[in-house]
């Protein structure tokens, strides 16, 4: 069966016990997205909102409390080791860093044959074959196989775990920080590998950062997240022109300036900084937030179709906010 969603997470909740006599923490609550064939949804907040949470659950590394995440129209929610084997060849991973994530003791070309001896059955001529092929579109020299993750930068590193994720022709790339741990011209570099890839390969990506600016020009949709709920998503254009929620503009003013005296007058308190949490009844922001008032303090908002602004009403542009029309007027 085809849907027109690779990837659609259903009000996705995740727990984690903290000992016997505290309540569980809920890194993800009610988060629901969808990914459609060939699109990047990039999926951005700060330190702690949930973000690597949801990678790993779809990766099926972290265990869900509630809700469905649905692959292909297929339900993968508690999807065994059989059928993440057999998952793994259309759904891969590009981790932060590049360094822990290659093996220093196997050539590249032996990381990269692995998962095609996992599965494809193919024979030495063949196999040499697909990874001259993968490392030449990631712009990796033909020798690159037979030398060591030692020898490389961190972005060439990049380039060979990208090669790794798409060895084997995958659906879906989740892309977990791929460019936090690279110098800015290289971020470029990658990312521009990455869009190139995408095209190329009609991949679609799962892009998780902490910088809207980042995932902005690859992304078509951006999720915004803050202490596991989404406080916006929408066309990534009109999320980082018309930030409809206080949270997406305070991540928007804290992307970091080149200029160093410019950037001390614009961070913005870091998460560790802010009061305590809020009521659990509460927006989950309202307690660092500039705009809250008693309702935002009581009851939690509703992700809904923004009321005010240039696109208001606009079916796929969502804040969760209870000032949203006051603040957009
Ligand atoms: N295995 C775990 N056990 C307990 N708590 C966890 C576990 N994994 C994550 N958490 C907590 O869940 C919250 C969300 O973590 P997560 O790594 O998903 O956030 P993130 O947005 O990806 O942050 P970062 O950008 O720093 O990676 C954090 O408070 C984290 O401490």
């Known amino acids: 069966m085809t849907t027109p969603h690779i990837l659609e997470l259903c009000d996705l909740s995740v727990e ?3 000992g016997r006599r505290t309540p569980p923490f809920r890194a993800v609550d009610g988060v629901s997205l969808t990914i459609g064939q060939g699109e990047t949804v990039g999926l951005v907040g700060e330190s702690g909102s949930g973000k690597s949470t949801i990678g790993r659950v779809v990766l099926g590394l972290s265990p869900v409390h509630s809700g469905q995440v649905l692959f292909d129209g297929a339900d993968i929610t508690r999807a065994g080791a059989r059928t993440r084997r057999t998952l793994s060849s259309s759904l891969q991973v590009v981790f932060q860093d590049p360094y ?11 990381t990269l044959a692995e998962p095609l001896l996992v599965h494809e059955k193919l024979d030495r001529r063949q196999t040499a074959a697909r990874i001259a092929a993968m490392l030449e579109r990631v712009g990796m020299p033909a020798d690159t196989a037979n030398r060591y993750p030692g020898q490389f930068s961190g972005g060439q590193r990049q ?4 090669a790794r994720a798409l060895m084997l022709s995958p659906r879906l790339v989740i892309c977990d920080e791929p460019v936090s741990a690279l110098d800015l011209s290289i971020q470029a570099q990658v990312m521009n590998l990455l ?6 390969l009609s991949l679609s990506y799962l892009f998780i950062a902490h910088d809207l600016p980042v995932v902005r020009h690859l992304s ?4 915004v997240l803050y202490r596991g709920q989404i406080m916006e998503s929408g066309p990534a254009a009109q999320v980082y022109a018309e930030p409809a929620h206080p949270y997406t503009r305070m991540l928007i003013a804290a992307v970091p300036e080149p200029d160093p005296a410019a950037q001390r007058g614009r961070r913005t308190p870091r998460e560790a900084d802010a009061p305590k949490p809020p ?13 809250a008032v008693a309702i935002c ?4 908002p509703v992700l809904l179709p923004r009321a005010g602004g240039p696109d208001a009403g606009a079916a796929e542009h969502l804040t969760a906010c209870h000032r949203s029309a006051e603040l957009a007027a």
């Open 220 to 223: 078509q949709r951006i999720v």
């Open 159 to 162: 380039r060979i775990a990208i």
């Open 195 to 200: 869009a190139d890839l995408q095209r190329e």
């Open 100 to 110: 822990s994530s290659l093996n220093p003791a196997r050539t590249i070309g032996q």
């Open 16 to 18: 984690f016990r903290q």
């Open 279 to 291: 009521a659990p009844t509460g927006c989950a922001f309202a307690h660092r937030c500039a705009h």
């Open 297 to 300: 303090h009581a009851a939690r």
